[in-house]
């Protein structure tokens, strides 16, 4: 699985952004995705995650409610809807893949349980 980013970029205070994730290969219905981000000197933290079939979403709880996890299988994407974002928003994104695992309140959240990784976009807030 490869997964490559887009959608990032320098944007306002209070302003919004979409983010996309291509996955290649033909298994990305059946993976688990989610997105991370790293800040500058802070270690990589958890975003959203979406289940095979979107019925499952999860979200930290910084980003709930201004965030928006979505996928189209057919397409092969997974997209993440930023609004009303805060220089504290800013970050190197990253979209990650949970292959053939069901996704869970109990491991959306934790990086080892994805086993493919994007080279991530830059996401600029400012003030």
């Known amino acids: 699985v490869q997964l490559v980013e887009s959608g990032g970029g320098l944007v306002q205070a209070g302003g919004s952004l979409r983010l996309s994730c291509a996955a290649s290969g033909r298994t990305f219905s059946r993976n688990s995705m989610g997105w991370f981000r790293q800040a500058p000197a802070k270690e990589r933290e958890s975003v959203a995650a979406?289940?095979?079939?979107?019925?499952?979403?999860y979200y930290a709880s910084s980003v709930k409610g201004r965030f928006t996890i979505s996928r189209d299988n057919a397409k092969n994407t997974v997209y993440l809807q930023m609004n009303s974002l805060k220089p504290e928003d800013t970050a190197v994104y990253y979209c990650a893949a949970m292959a053939e695992r069901y996704l869970y309140g109990s491991n959306w959240y934790k990086q080892n349980e994805y086993g493919y990784w994007g080279q991530g976009t830059q996401v600029t807030v400012s003030s």
């Open positions: 979406i289940s095979r079939s979107a019925g499952s979403t």
